[in-house]
């Protein structure tokens, strides 16, 4: 081979392999990029997550204060006032008493109305203030955020039974409350939701909680 034609073939080789070295470099990079999305993305959840149980834990709390500033107890002994238009709990979530008391129908974390989400900011459902919240006034196409996530959480609150264990002489009412919280993403939601109980003297527990599917 003379040496004109082995420099070429020796150019050709080292251009090879360059090329392959490129492509290696550019696949590993893609591959650490990914792998940095997804521990941020698992970030995002953990921190909606913790929301979540927080705000959750303080929507119990405002059902319970609730519940004996209105004296549900009295007033569980006519059980079809509380439901319907113009009642406490609406089919709307948006009755007497403000918005995120809901009549129980299908699944707050699957409901929308006028093609809102009932647990987004611009819906039928409560806030819960982490930070002062800011008025929203681009509902639902444009969302103004917060400095600490992209909203503050939302929850609504369902009268499941308020005449609840009246049956066995300890009659209670039965909620249940369903909050939705983000991180800085609002693809980051997570949502739970609780069973609660208050009964005699303002007694409240949480007979338990799961996390809900969108």
Known sequence: ?????????????????????????????QLILNARLQIANAQERRRAEGLARQALSGAERWVLQWDGLNDMESLAAEPAKLYGPGAPFAPDCHGTHGKGLCEPTAPPEKQSQGGVPLLHPCGNSREYELEPGLP????PQGVRAGRLTWSNPRYVVELIDPRFGAGSGDPARLYRITV???????????????????????????LGWEEKTP
Do not use: D, F, I
């Not at 980051?188 to 009964?199: C, E, I, L, N």
């Open 136 to 139: 929203q006034w681009h509902c």
């Open 180 to 206: 939705r919280a983000w991180g800085h993403s609002r693809h980051s939601a997570a949502t739970m939701q609780s069973w609660y109980r208050v009964g005699a003297a303002g007694a409240g527990r949480r």
């Open 1 to 29: 081979m003379s040496g004109g034609k082995q420099g070429g073939a020796t150019l050709l080789m080292v251009m090879s392999l360059l090329s392959l070295l490129a492509m290696l470099v550019l696949s590993s990079s």
